[in-house]
């Protein structure tokens, strides 16, 4: 069952620039996490914030959280050709539930 | 630094045959997932574990079952596979502080013919 949604499902920009991935959800939440897959790989854990948290850096990540809008956000900043790839939010309360990804394509 | 391994990247099998999906972790996590991902459709749990000898469904576990006999282990079965269930096949483990998310395994590709 999926309650993460993840707005754009696909976003193409160029290399340098920022990108801005969505993910809404529907239920109470413990944290929020985000992964990157790469094309036929596993997920990478990526960033996790807490229902508590407003805002986390990491590197190049910046991820929001309102809980009051059921809503988050991932930026990348400074996107480089390597970040090509899936991304998914995952909510975790007793389980992680996830939405479906958002696919970004960096071009060179 | 490998530390969700899956035993096989690809793997082809022929329909009835009973199959098995093996996964190690090296973390001493207690939470062990079994994911399937297919297109259009996202992650699906399959089943998952908190702990040796426990075995939770997910939300698709018909023609499937799994075996956690040690910690660090979590194996999933398809008795016989099916055309169906071709898809990635994904391990995951966590610890209940959950402050690290989840890590996964590379995957494993299963196709059935």
């Known amino acids: 069952s999926q309650q993460g949604e993840e707005d754009p499902q696909a976003l193409s920009i160029q290399e340098g620039e920022n990108a801005t991935m969505n993910c809404s959800y529907k239920?109470?939440?413990?944290?929020l996490q985000w992964y990157r897959q790469n094309s036929g790989r596993g997920l990478v854990h990526l960033i996790l914030i807490r229902s508590n948290e407003r805002e986390k850096h990491s590197g190049r990540l910046r991820v929001t959280l309102d809980t009051s809008k059921k809503s988050s956000s991932l930026l990348i900043t400074a996107s480089r050709a390597a970040d090509t790839a899936s991304y998914f939010c995952a909510t975790s309360y007793y389980q992680l539930i996830w939405g479906a990804g958002t696919k970004l394509i960096i071009k060179p | 630094d490998v530390k969700v391994t899956q035993s096989s990247r690809y793997l082809v099998k022929r329909t009835g045959e009973k199959v098995f999906l093996e996964c190690v972790q090296d973390?001493?996590?207690?939470?062990m997932f079994w994911y399937r991902q297919d297109p259009g459709l996202g992650l699906r749990l399959i089943y998952f574990s908190y702990d040796v000898k426990m075995k939770e469904k997910g939300d698709i576990p018909e023609g499937y079952s799994v075996s956690r006999e040690k910690k660090e282990r979590f194996s999933l079965i398809l008795e016989s596979a099916s055309t169906n269930q071709t898809s990635m096949y994904l391990c995951a483990s966590s610890s209940w502080d959950n402050g690290y998310g989840y890590t996964f395994g590379s995957g494993t590709r299963l196709t059935v013919v």
């Open positions: 973390m001493d996590h207690e939470n």
């Open positions: 239920t109470s939440i413990n944290n």
